[in-house]
């Protein structure tokens, strides 16, 4: 049973199959009074919880009431509030409400629970439940209501959300014409899609999934085998380790790496991709550049093998040595640091039957050569582009609108792994699958951080050239987890790239 529920925590939807399988629910026979209840004591008691923790316990409590279930789930937590003591009052925006949401209104005001309005509330209260919207918002928020929103944001009251803060998009993220910035917000049964998209990272607060219990067989019934959504766990991260390792290993069998990296004007790119593919436990690395960074790699990482190329004018790789035998690499990682005058040398590694992985000037070049190469290779790709890059190699897609609908298209078009960097970082499977990164750190936002995760990803994909999707997975978390530890022991106003290198070997890896 505790697998299954760990099965539940990965699995993210959008608005539509949210309510299909309640639909399953409901149909099977749970009363939705009777689930609503369930939720709702559920709520109540997390967020009795996180009040004694923020010594916020006694405060008087606000309930932002909305017409649907969401209201009538937050109604339900102010009953009880209000049973157990607490001071409780509750503001109502728009008149009409659905018929158990009204029915749990009047039993709240027989009870003696205050109606009162905003400016109350908020002159009031130090904190606000928002039960305003759920899931399936669609309609842009305007008028009045966006503008008592705007009161409640521009006040000091601590803010709790129900399943997603009021004006949020289920599945894009997007604020619908105003939104409610939470403190907490509080996921009900599955993750919805927006926990994971850039647009509502900034009015989410912290997140928490709370688990009222869905069968797995509903979920199941409803997703089936269509294209799915997961949310990276540390237990799934860790699942795509190469651990643990045999007896009787050694060097040959933990893998082979060839990085193509660096330039006369970007040398220390190199260096961080080593460092990032040392950590990453790969049995061998070898590193191209430019002839005249060989000693400066082999000072830095001396336990690599260093292949000086043959330089351009400018300091770039002008091309690969012909004596390079291929065959001995089961990954190879290009793009930190090249500089859009390697471009003859992109061709030559999509050409290869191995794994290949493009990031930086790797995927800019790509861009300007056309995409049209990857759907021939017979090895996996894997792009890591910022925002940036992705619109440069998928003009007809935008990333600001839809990330985990823009990685999915990306990766179906191109037959590639597409790793769409950012806040909530995005995965896409050409099979339609995308897996989703729930937290990192503003403190990853220094250069250098992207020629790290190459390194990383890099190494773990010649330890599992069999399990390319997995690894990606792995090397996200991984280097995302090293950056939030290197913030809370270094600087929350950034991490450079050399010490997040030190702090990937501290991240427990069981």
């Known amino acids: 049973m505790t697998h299954c529920r760990n099965q539940i925590a990965q699995i993210v939807v959008t608005a539509a199959e949210m309510r299909a399988i309640e639909n399953r629910l ?11 209840e369930k939720v709702a004591g559920l709520l109540a008691r997390r967020m009795i919880d996180q009040w004694e923790a923020l010594g916020l316990a006694p405060a008087k409590i606000g309930v932002l009431v909305g017409p649907g279930h969401n209201g ?49 509330l908020l002159d009031s209260c130090k904190i606000l439940i928002d039960g305003l919207f759920g899931f399936g918002l669609e309609r842009s928020i305007s008028g009045e209501l966006a503008e008592q929103i705007d009161r409640i944001n521009q006040s000091q009251i601590l803010i709790c959300s ?25 996921c009900l049964g599955l993750w919805k899609a927006a926990c994971f998209q850039d647009s509502a990272v900034e009015y989410l607060g912290t997140v928490e999934w709370i688990d009222f219990g869905i069968p797995f067989a509903d979920i199941d019934a409803i997703l089936g085998q269509s294209s799915r959504c997961y949310r990276i766990t540390k237990e799934r991260a860790i699942a795509g380790l190469p651990l643990p390792r045999p007896l009787l290993s050694h060097k040959y069998k933990a893998g082979h790496l060839l990085l193509v990296c660096g330039s006369e004007e970007y040398a220390g790119s190199a260096i961080l991709a080593g460092l990032g593919a040392r950590a990453s436990g790969v049995g061998m690395l070898s590193i191209a550049v430019p002839h005249r960074l060989k000693p400066l790699l082999v000072a830095q990482l001396p336990e690599a093998l260093i292949i000086p190329c043959p330089e351009t004018e400018t300091g770039a790789i002008a ?37 290949a992985i493009l ?45 985990i609908k823009a990685v999915r298209e990306a990766s179906q078009q191109t037959g590639a792994i597409v790793l769409l960097k950012g806040a909530r970082t995005a995965i896409g499977s050409p099979t339609g699958t995308v897996y989703l990164n729930p937290e990192s750190t503003p403190a990853l936002a220094r250069g250098g951080s992207g020629d790290v995760l190459t390194g990383l990803l890099g190494g773990l994909v010649a330890q599992l050239p069999q399990a390319p999707e997995m690894a990606t997975q792995t090397a996200t978390w991984w280097h995302a987890q090293a950056g939030i530890l290197a913030a809370q022991q270094r600087t929350a106003l950034g991490v450079d790239a050399f010490h997040l290198t030190e702090y990937l070997s501290q991240i427990p890896l069981r």
């Open 26 to 36: 409901f149909a099977a026979g749970m009363p939705v009074a009777a689930l609503m």
């Open 72 to 120: 009538g789930d937050a109604l339900v937590i102010a009953r009880e509030l209000y049973l157990q003591g607490y001071s409780v009052v509750v503001t109502q925006p728009l008149a009409k409400l659905k018929e158990l949401t009204e029915a749990h209104a009047q039993y709240g005001k027989s009870l003696g629970i205050p109606w009162v309005s905003l400016e109350e």
């Open 162 to 186: 129900i399943d997603l803060p009021s004006g949020i998009h289920t599945d894009t993220g997007q604020v619908l014409g105003c939104a409610i910035r939470a403190d907490y917000t509080f």
């Open 319 to 355: 091309e690969l040595p012909d004596t390079l035998n291929y065959q001995k690499y089961q990954a190879i990682a290009c793009g930190p640091g090249i500089t859009r005058s390697a471009e003859p040398i992109i061709p030559t590694l999509l050409n290869l039957p191995i794994p």
């Open 359 to 403: 990031d930086a000037d790797g995927l800019n070049i790509l861009a300007s050569l056309g995409m049209s190469q990857l759907n021939q290779r017979s090895a996996p790709t894997i792009l890591t582009p910022h925002t940036g890059e992705f619109k440069r190699l998928f003009p007809n897609i935008d990333p600001n609108i839809d990330r």
